[in-house]
């Protein structure tokens, strides 16, 4: 398993701002955290994240990835689902990848479920709308 450095409060903030960490993104990170419920993975996992349908077994899934602004760090969420603060959906269903996964491997820090490619840049659209509130989310295709 890949070791990651833990940033400490006096270190320079990994954003590239050239603050410190805990008078940058340490604040953004508590509130996150703060705000995020863990989700039933059962119950979540078949659920799209943009229009709440269920996608049953034998239909395609689709994901929107994302990518976490610098120093927000969601390891303790790894393998599971969360709920995402919304203005605009009562549940944003997001899966945070296990550590050693691949989809973490490859960069994505989320990864949203979803039933079309529609509700995929429906999705996409929704979370640039909401950059101020998603101000550390970043989408990727």
Do not use: W
């Amino acid at each position: 398993m890949k070791k990651t450095h833990k940033i400490g409060k006096n270190d320079q903030c990994p954003c590239g701002s050239g603050k410190k960490y805990k008078k940058c993104c340490l604040p953004l990170n508590e509130q996150l955290k703060s705000e995020l419920e863990e989700l039933d993975s059962d119950e979540y996992i078949h659920i799209c994240a943009f229009c709440g349908k269920v996608i049953l077994d034998d239909h395609e899934v689709f994901s929107l990835n994302a990518k976490l602004r610098p120093g927000v760090d969601l390891r303790e969420f790894a393998g599971k689902i969360i709920k995402l603060p919304s203005l605009s959906m009562e549940i944003l269903p997001a899966v945070v990848p296990g550590l050693d996964s691949d989809a973490k491997k490859a960069g994505n820090d989320l990864l949203f479920c979803l039933c079309s490619r529609d509700c995929g840049e429906d999705l996409r659209t929704t979370l640039e709308l909401e950059k101020n509130i998603f101000s550390g989310f970043k989408s990727s295709s």
